[in-house]
């Protein structure tokens, strides 16, 4: 069963304006979410994070926001950069679970300059 | 701060084979995570070791095994290779639970 979903596969985005990554999740537990950023061949390299205790989190570029009720998350990247091409993994994690991430399937982004 | 060392980088197995494969964690790191990256099925959670016991294993068969030694270091390993064995395997390295995991370079396994 998928608990973590990225509904959108890719999404291209003009340089310089905003991008938005969604994700879904399903379990209930979850209380600790995290955004990764990842290139072909690699690993995944972590971004931010936000425990479901607050509702938004920001650094820098990068701002993740957390709708608890809806069982939701986004990530903003303000603004885009060509160098932001990349997959992202959204993932959770619940404190009963260990260190245990559960990750949605990624979604594209494309920056175009 | 050196990050999370994962060794080989490439690796090609031949069918029943086995294979053991290394990752050293962040100094200070007590937790180490193992995920298996395929097309098909995404980034998938094989098991976590914290403080030499396995604390959480996700849905692999008996083939797929690890242990971690009394310096954070960790091994998995691979028996009776398959080929859908052939994926990215993933170390990540966490201090404790429910905080962010650094992941390592990555493993590349080709079974052949």
């Known amino acids: 069963d998928q608990q973590v979903k990225q509904n959108s596969p890719s999404l291209s985005v003009q340089e310089g304006r905003i991008s938005i990554l969604n994700c879904d999740y399903t379990?209930?537990?979850?209380?600790?979410f995290l955004w990764y950023k990842k290139y072909p061949a690699e690993g995944p390299t972590f971004l931010i994070s936000?425990?479901?205790?607050?509702d938004k989190n920001e650094d820098g570029r990068f701002t993740v926001f957390l709708n608890k009720s809806a069982k939701h998350l986004s990530l903003h990247i303000v603004p885009s950069q060509p160098g932001d091409s990349a997959v992202y993994f959204c993932?959770?994690?619940?404190?009963?679970?260990?260190?245990?991430?559960?990750f949605g399937a990624g979604t594209i982004l494309r920056v175009k300059s | 701060k050196a990050g999370v060392t994962q060794t080989p980088r490439y690796l090609i197995k031949t069918r029943g084979q086995q294979v053991t494969l290394s990752c050293s964690p962040i100094s200070g790191h007590r937790s180490v995570s193992w995920y298996q990256q395929t097309p098909g099925q995404g980034l998938q959670f094989l098991f976590e070791y914290f403080s030499e016991t396995q604390r959480n294993k996700g849905n692999f068969p008996g083939r797929f095994s690890g242990r971690q030694f009394s310096n954070s270091r960790s091994e998995m390993n691979v028996s009776t290779l398959e080929l859908g064995d052939s994926a990215l395997y993933l170390c990540?390295?966490?201090?404790?639970?429910?905080?962010?995991?650094?992941f390592g370079q990555g493993t590349r396994l080709t079974v052949v």
């Open positions: 990540a390295s966490s201090s404790t639970g429910n905080t962010e995991a650094f």
């Open positions: 936000i425990s479901s205790i607050k």
């Open positions: 379990n209930s537990m979850f209380d600790y």
């Open positions: 993932a959770a994690s619940a404190r009963e679970y260990g260190n245990k991430l559960v």
